[in-house]
């Protein structure tokens, strides 16, 4: 989740008032030992990042059914629902695991003691009006237990395992929540009133081979779900425009036949097409009846999730995707008319579609028919191939937010990481790729990134890295994600794995090296549950290198680096010795650069290796060539806390 605004940084910024603490000694011991990964390797995860030979996963599929009843002061919305699910584990399951969301809105839920912004007593919460299982036909009533924000179902007899499947059967009904977190909601907004909804019905909760039932209530953070096919309808009042997640696949009825055209024309433009024209909201031509309800029927193959937004207000537009292998899909932003303006939601479907076609360029290609950016009431949040990023968000803002919010769509939305714990394997690769989505659209016009996530403060983001590096308080970005409090959230999770990615892209590895590792750590997992020692496996095995050095200092610890020029020293035999020394527990490879006395110079680039015995290494100047000065990282790639070491002259 990118929870963005306008408002500055506050969070990255108080950092550089915290006490910076006196530099640890650098210790090659600790800093060079073996790495160990917090999971063993597996017939489940292989050695070299992959799933493993006898790697499963169970599968949810539903179909949903849901009702939104609009109300002045409180409306709800009802649903029923079928999820067959599929045991592909290899034992019985006596019981099944559901997330039941909405509870986090109930007074007294977790979320609320543990800080994470719920109103208490806000509603009441997912009701469930009636839970059946169905095996061999027959359908019984289900016995049940709700605790906070889960749901577990006594099964009559055990599911088999190596591919058991059952049916669940729910009825439920929920109070929406008003404006909270960016998540899900309904508001005035710009004069007209949208519903955006998401974690909206009972979802599966994840059983994998690590935790058995990854029951983790849901206090406020992030998400781990399973994968399968949606086919759901949402019925609304007839004059509301539904925004949903994957294909509609009744447009002839919910849709005029002029906007059916203007769809089909869509899907072959590269230049967006208005579906509904700003003018033509609240006509009621722009509508294929007046009054009474319609039903709009999508459906979503191998999806972890689903989400929506509705109104009576919403402009559309629409163009097509260029996808590898001559592939396409359809970009679509819905909006209200007064947020149409040439800097703000009229050029939303340009970045989506840039961003989705630049993401599937790089990194793994767009799975989806279909790409939806929303400005509705909520903002900042993503769900597969759907992004709410509210109305209110103007021009380069919304730029970065579309960025961001639809590249979730790769992290976790096709990489099925357990964001729940690890929420730095969403938030911080997605904010790792939106820097070149920045650099690379329309010639940089919004580069570099700068939104609040990579480098706020505008400035070299390896100097506004420091302060949290120097930060005695400021968790690893391993800590687990519900532990993390909101001052650290995005200068941990976000800011700081994103910069750690690019340094290890641009300063460790090489492009050459880190982009086909990684793109075939996506390729591996993708629809999968990978885990963080899965995506360092992968990074090793994939680049041929061992980071057990980077891993630890910058994922496990919070250190810092300080490299410097101690000495230069001209011997007897015309040779001259630079001494580049590592005065605090973080290493990194760097450049040196020498500067010779005939005004030439001649950049030396130093492996980490360089420091692996010794806190020291020596670079050794043949005779016949006059130093003058040496700069170790001349271009300021990297975060050094200490500028002041980092050159030396000859009798300086």
């Given at each position: ?5 306008l ?14 603490p ?7 011991q600790?800093?060079?030992a073996?790495f ?6 597996t017939v ?29 002061t ?44 719920a109103?208490?007593g806000?509603t ?5 009006d009636?839970?059946?299982v ?12 709700v ?6 179902i006594?099964l ?14 729910i009825?439920?009904?929920f109070?929406?929540?008003g ?21 909206w019905?009972?979802r599966?909760?994840?059983y994998?081979?690590?935790?058995g ?9 992030e ?6 096919d949606f ?5 609304v009042p007839?004059s509301m425009?539904v925004a949903?997640t ?10 005029t ?14 230049a967006?097409v ?6 033509e909201?609240?006509?009621?031509a ?10 709009w029927?999508f ?5 972890r999730?689903?989400?929506f937004?509705?109104?009576?207000d ?31 939601w009229a ?9 989705i ?16 950016n ?27 937010l579309?960025?961001?919010?639809l ?9 099925g990481?357990d ?10 690769l997605?904010?790792?790729?939106d ?5 690379d659209?329309?010639?940089?016009e919004?580069a ?16 506004e ?30 800011f ?10 641009e300063e460790?590895l090489?492009?050459e090296?880190?982009?086909?590792a990684f ?25 041929g ?11 496990a610890?919070?250190?810092s ?5 101690d000495?230069i020293?001209a011997?007897?035999?015309g ?21 010779y ?9 130093l492996?980490?290796?360089?420091w ?12 016949g ?6 700069t ?21």
């Amino acid at each position: 989740m990118a929870v963005l605004s306008l408002r500055p940084f506050l969070s990255a910024l108080t950092l550089v008032c915290v006490a910076t603490p006196a530099a640890a000694q650098y210790d090659p011991q600790a800093a060079f030992a073996p790495f160990e990964k917090d999971l063993p390797v597996t017939v489940y995860h292989a050695s070299d990042g992959t799933p493993g030979p006898q790697y499963w996963q169970n599968r949810a599929d539903y179909t949903i059914n849901a009702t939104l009843h609009p109300d002045a002061t409180a409306p709800t919305l009802t649903g029923e629902e079928v999820i067959t699910y599929t045991n592909n584990s290899p034992g019985p399951l006596d019981s099944l695991w559901l997330q039941l969301d909405q509870n986090i809105y109930k007074d007294r839920s977790r979320a609320v003691f543990a800080g994470g912004g719920a109103s208490r007593g806000q509603t009441d919460g997912m009701v469930l009006d009636r839970v059946e299982v169905e095996r061999d036909g027959r359908t019984v009533a289900a016995k049940y237990l709700v605790d906070d924000t889960r749901l577990q179902i006594m099964l009559p007899e055990s599911l088999a395992g190596d591919g058991g499947t059952i049916r669940v059967r729910i009825a439920w009904h929920f109070t929406i929540p008003g404006e909270w977190g960016g998540r899900m909601g309904w508001g005035q907004v710009k004069g007209g009133t949208m519903y955006d909804l998401a974690q909206w019905y009972p979802r599966m909760a994840v059983y994998d081979d690590v935790r058995g039932w990854d029951t983790a209530p849901f206090i406020g953070q992030e998400f781990y779900l399973e994968y399968g096919d949606f086919d759901y309808s949402v019925t609304v009042p007839a004059s509301m425009i539904v925004a949903g997640t994957g294909e509609l696949v009744n447009p002839g009825e919910v849709l005029t036949k002029r906007q059916q055209e203007r769809l089909a024309q869509a899907r072959t433009s590269d230049a967006t097409v208005m579906i509904r024209t700003p003018a033509e909201v609240g006509d009621p031509a722009s509508r294929p009846q007046r009054g009474g309800d319609l039903t709009w029927h999508f459906r979503m193959a191998n999806t972890r999730d689903v989400a929506f937004s509705a109104s009576p207000d919403y402009a559309w537009d629409a163009a097509r995707i260029n996808l590898p292998g001559g592939n396409s899909a359809l970009a679509m932003s819905v909006y209200p008319p007064q947020a149409a303006g040439a800097d703000g939601w009229a050029r939303s479907t340009e970045y989506l579609k840039d961003t989705i076609e630049n993401f599937s360029r790089r990194w793994y290609p767009y799975p989806w028919p279909t790409a939806v950016n929303v400005g509705g009431a909520q903002s900042g949040m993503e769900y597969p191939g759907l992004a709410f990023d509210g109305a209110d968000t103007p021009d380069t803002m919304l730029f970065w937010l579309t960025a961001h919010e639809l590249g979730h769509s790769w992290f976790p939305m096709i990489v099925g990481s357990d964001e729940r714990r690890h929420a730095w394997m969403d938030e911080g690769l997605n904010t790792f790729i939106d820097v070149y989505e920045s650099e690379d659209f329309n010639d940089g016009e919004f580069a570099p990134k700068r939104d609040g996530e990579y480098a706020p403060g505008g400035g070299n983001p390896v100097d506004e890295i420091l302060p949290l590096l120097q930060d005695a308080d400021a968790p690893p970005i391993l800590a687990r994600t519900d532990t993390i409090v909101e001052k650290y959230r995005h200068p941990l999770t976000y800011f700081k794995t994103a910069l750690g990615l690019v340094l290890l892209r641009e300063e460790i590895l090489g492009p050459e090296r880190f982009d086909p590792a990684f793109r075939r750590y996506i390729d591996a997992w993708a629809y999968k549950h990978p885990k963080p020692a899965d995506f360092f496996r992968a990074m090793e095995s994939g680049a041929g290198e061992d980071l057990s050095y980077f891993w630890r200092g910058w994922f496990a610890h919070n250190w810092s680096l300080d490299l410097g020029v101690d000495a230069i020293e001209a011997g007897t035999d015309g040779m001259t010795k630079i001494t580049v020394g590592s005065h605090d527990r973080l290493v990194m490879p760097a450049t040196l650069r020498v500067s010779y006395a005939d005004g030439s110079q001649e950049d030396i680039r130093l492996p980490a290796d360089s420091w692996i015995r010794n806190s020291a290494t020596a670079v050794t100047i043949p005779a016949g060539k006059t130093v003058v000065s040496a700069t170790i990282d001349p271009d300021h790639k990297l975060p050094d806390a200490n500028r002041a070491n980092d050159t030396a002259a000859v009798g300086g």
